[in-house]
Structures are given as structure tokens and as C-alpha cells.
Nanobody, 127 residues
Framework: QKQLVESGGGLVQAGGSLRLSCTAS????????MGWFRQAPGKDREFVAT????????GYAASVKGRFLISRDNAKNTVYLQMNDPKPEDSAVYYC????????????????????WGQGTQVTVSG
């Protein structure tokens, strides 16, 4: 398993922007599908975005598509989530996750598909 460390969370105004980062340990980062999930109080952990291990193809939840951008820098072992035009309903603890598997369009959205998780970073959107 990989050790993942998120950073960049905090308080942001609705309509602003915020960038989350997640840095992974080890030398095989490029071989991992990376994902971002979030969990609000009293709710299940939900899929936000993913980026594939080979082509770097992104995928997004409908609720964030067009506003959030996921990217990765394999040289820095880091995946990013650029949050543009955040809304109060985006407030949650955001988690970075890693999977060594080739995932389908269905399985990329399932927390159980990922073997490694970060500790989470709080994002609060004021509106």
C-alpha cells in the first residue's frame, strides 16, 4: 500500500477556487489509478474524480463536472484537485485514494476499489 498525504484544504468562499494536493510515497506512482472522494457529516463517502494510471484520463462525478479538474504529476508523485466555483454543498473532508488496478467506469466510483487512503483534508465553502 501507498502512503498518501493530502494538503491544501481550508475555508473558501463560494465562487472562489482552491487546489488540493496529494503526494504518494514510493516509486511506482505512475502505475496507480488515483481518485478523490469526499465525505460530509452524516453522509457516505462519495466519488469526486479519478485519473487513470496509464493515459491520465480523467473522470468526474456529475456534481463537480465542469467545475473541478483532476491532474497528476508523476515526476512529483502528486495528484491535484483544482476546485473552481465551489459551492457550500461541496463542503466535506476530501480524501485521496490509490488503486493499482485497471478500473472500469463503474468501479472507479467505488471506495472499495482503492487500497490506499490519505488522512483527509477539510474543505469548507462559505456562501
Amino acid at each position: 500500500q501507498k502512503q498518501l498525504v493530502e494538503s491544501g484544504g481550508g475555508l473558501v468562499q463560494a465562487g472562489g477556487s482552491l487546489r488540493l494536493s496529494c503526494t504518494a510515497s514510493g516509486r511506482t506512482f505512475s502505475s496507480y489509478t488515483m481518485g478523490w472522494f469526499r465525505q460530509a457529516p452524516g453522509k457516505d463517502r462519495e466519488f469526486v474524480a479519478t485519473i487513470s494510471r496509464s493515459t491520465g484520463t480523467p473522470g468526474y462525478a456529475a456534481s463537480v463536472k465542469g467545475r473541478f479538474l483532476i491532474s497528476r504529476d508523476n515526476a512529483k508523485n502528486t495528484v491535484y484537485l483544482q476546485m473552481n466555483d465551489p459551492k457550500p454543498e461541496d463542503s466535506a473532508v476530501y480524501y485521496c485514494a490509490a488503486s493499482p488496478l485497471f478500473l472500469t467506469t463503474v468501479s472507479i466510483q467505488l471506495p472499495s476499489s482503492y487500497e490506499s487512503w490519505g488522512q483527509g483534508t477539510q474543505v469548507t465553502v462559505s456562501g
